[in-house]
């Protein structure tokens, strides 16, 4: 069983950028894919970006291409989302998923095994 704590979220300007960690416990992430998807009000959630095991391969969503860079550290069993030049349209939950049985980039969720409870982004001026 794997546990996801996502930090980082707060309150910024438009602009601004902020970094998402996300921590997992109960296991390595060793040969997981880590994916960050996001939930706004009103709205279902959505892919943001995704990463393989090795940081070799990664995938991003249109809305944050150029924008956001995902990382990880697997010594420290840990994933990021770098955001830069954030928009009040990135406002939203932020979430942290693990794939365990993929061997590419999922951008759906049904592939994902294992979510954190999400960190609140708030972009506004």
């Known amino acids: 069983q794997v546990q996801l704590v996502e930090s980082g979220g707060g309150l910024v300007q438009p602009g601004g950028s902020l970094r998402l960690s996300c921590a997992a416990s109960g296991r390595t992430l060793s040969g997981y894919i880590m994916g960050w998807f996001r939930q706004a009000p009103g709205k279902e959630r959505e892919f943001v970006a995704a990463?393989?095991?090795?940081?070799?391969?990664?995938d991003y969503a249109d809305s944050g291409k150029g924008r956001f860079t995902i990382s990880r550290d697997n010594a420290e069993n840990t994933v990021y989302l770098q955001m830069n030049s954030l928009k009040p349209e990135d406002t939203a939950v932020y979430y942290c998923?693990?794939?365990?049985?993929?061997?590419?980039?999922?951008?759906?969720?049904?592939?994902?095994?294992?979510w954190g409870q999400g960190t609140q982004v708030t972009v506004s001026s």
């Open positions: 998923a693990a794939d365990a049985r993929s061997t590419w980039l999922r951008r759906t969720q049904n592939f994902y095994d294992y």
């Open positions: 990463i393989t095991w090795s940081g070799g391969s990664t």
